[in-house]
């Protein structure tokens, strides 16, 4: 059974940085490209940054590119986003998802707010 826990989200200054963390169990973590989701309050669901199974290729959201950084760590199947430079509209739920078996998990998700 895929799972997938995110953490790490809070309440930040425009300006400042978060790191989120996504651990996943259930399923080989090393074989699977991983992404991150965000949904802001009254909007759709969108892709901020999606990672290739072992790291060598990540691809942003232009809304994103040069503050965010995705990244993993295999040996301890967890996902990370580092975002720099937040700002106001960078708040939402921000969600880790990976494909597996043609379905897609999800995690709880975790609250981003930025806020002065």
């Known amino acids: 059974q895929v799972q997938l826990v995110e953490s790490g989200g809070g309440l930040v200054q425009p300006g400042g940085s978060l790191r989120l963390s996504c651990a996943a169990s259930?399923?080989?973590?090393?074989?699977?490209?991983m992404s991150w989701y965000r949904q802001a309050p009254g909007k759709e669901r969108e892709l901020v940054a999606v990672i290739s199974s072992v790291g060598d290729s990540t691809t942003y959201a232009n809304s994103v590119k040069g503050r965010f950084t995705i990244s993993r760590d295999n040996a301890k199947s967890t996902l990370y986003l580092q975002m720099n430079s937040l700002k106001l509209e960078d708040t939402a739920v921000y969600y880790c998802a990976v494909r597996v078996y043609g379905l897609r998990s999800w995690g709880q998700g975790t609250q981003v707010t930025i806020s002065s």
């Open positions: 259930g399923f080989t973590f090393s074989l699977y490209g």
